[in-house]
């Protein structure tokens, strides 16, 4: 990542805290626990059906891969209003996000390299500021990149855990 993209990250530190806790507080929260349940899906290749894993979750190794679906905290993502989270013990809370040349999860700060579309069935997840999609080679542990949409391998499919 540049200069210029670690810049408006730091910048935004203050947004990222104000963010996190409308997430945690003003969704989750005022949801109730069961609405909050509701948005917690696997996502998975949909030619594979290998899942869409965030790492360990703790810098510097934030990437995100495929990976055999066992269910694990790091596989289960929230999914609210274009932005995914994954369900680890992260703290702060992190989001999907676009950092070129990589996609990992950064701590949330709704900025735009967080913001991400998906069309009607969620086959494609598209991260809006580059129109660009999510795709990954299907292989176990493949690191997930961006790529023009619409190939076998920018499918996915969200299950309601």
């Known amino acids: 990542m540049g200069l210029t993209a670690t810049s408006r990250r730091l910048a935004g530190v203050g947004a990222a805290a104000a963010f996190a806790s409308a997430l945690l507080f003003g969704v989750v929260q005022g949801a109730g626990t069961a609405a909050a349940a509701d948005n917690i899906y696997l996502v998975k290749n949909g030619n594979t059906g290998r899942c869409l894993t965030a790492n360990n979750l703790q810098e510097p190794r934030n990437d995100v891969f495929t990976r055999d679906c066992v269910g694990a905290a790091t596989q289960k993502w929230r999914i609210v209003g274009g932005h995914f989270i994954p369900q680890g013990n992260a703290k702060p809370l992190r989001c999907l996000d676009y950092g070129d040349p990589f996609v ?58």
């Open 104 to 161: 990992g999860t950064f701590p949330c700060d709704g900025g735009e390299f967080q913001d991400w579309s998906t069309n009607g069935s969620r086959t494609w997840i598209k991260h809006v500021s580059t129109n660009s999609c999510l795709n990954s080679t299907g292989e176990a542990n493949a690191l997930v990149v961006l790529s023009p949409c619409g190939g076998g391998s920018s499918r996915w499919v969200t299950v309601k855990v």
